[in-house]
Nanobody, 125 residues
Framework: QVQLVESGGGSVQAGGSLSLSCAAT?????????MGWFRQAPGKEREGVAA????????YYADSVKGRFTISRDNAKNTLYLQMNSLKPEDTAMYYC?????????????????WGQGTQVTVSS
């Protein structure tokens, strides 16, 4: 059974950093072709933050996080990461890891068939 388990969320002051992890179990690292991070703030739609195509390593970032967030993957650990620097209060949200065995549109959340349970990130001013 494929599972994605996020960790690393927490509370931080504006300007601080957090690193999120998403460990995949039940599959080898070759299984996923597309992986991404989405977030959802209260009362708002879930939005794409960062995505990576595992085949060629292409990465994509939402304009709101470019230059501050970095998505990466450790194949040996079968784990996806999101390094978040210079955090802002507007980054506060539940962050979700998503993945699919196909090459999907990076921001189309309906295309991702596998999701983690989410990890909360809270940034105070």
């Amino acid at each position: 059974q494929v599972q994605l388990v996020e960790s690393g969320g927490g509370s931080v002051q504006a300007g601080g950093s957090l690193s999120l992890s998403c460990a995949a179990t039940g599959v080898t690292y070759r299984f996923f072709r597309s992986m991404g991070w989405f977030r959802q703030a209260p009362g708002k739609e879930r939005e794409g933050v960062a995505a990576i195509y595992t085949g060629d390593g292409s990465t994509y970032y939402a304009d709101s996080v470019k230059g501050r967030f970095t998505i990466s993957r450790d194949n040996a650990k079968n784990t996806l990461y999101l390094q978040m620097n210079s955090l802002k209060p507007e980054d506060t949200a539940m962050y979700y890891c998503a993945a699919d065995s196909r090459t999907v549109q990076p921001w189309d959340r309906a295309d991702y068939r596998f999701w983690g349970q989410g990890t909360q990130v809270t940034v105070s001013s």
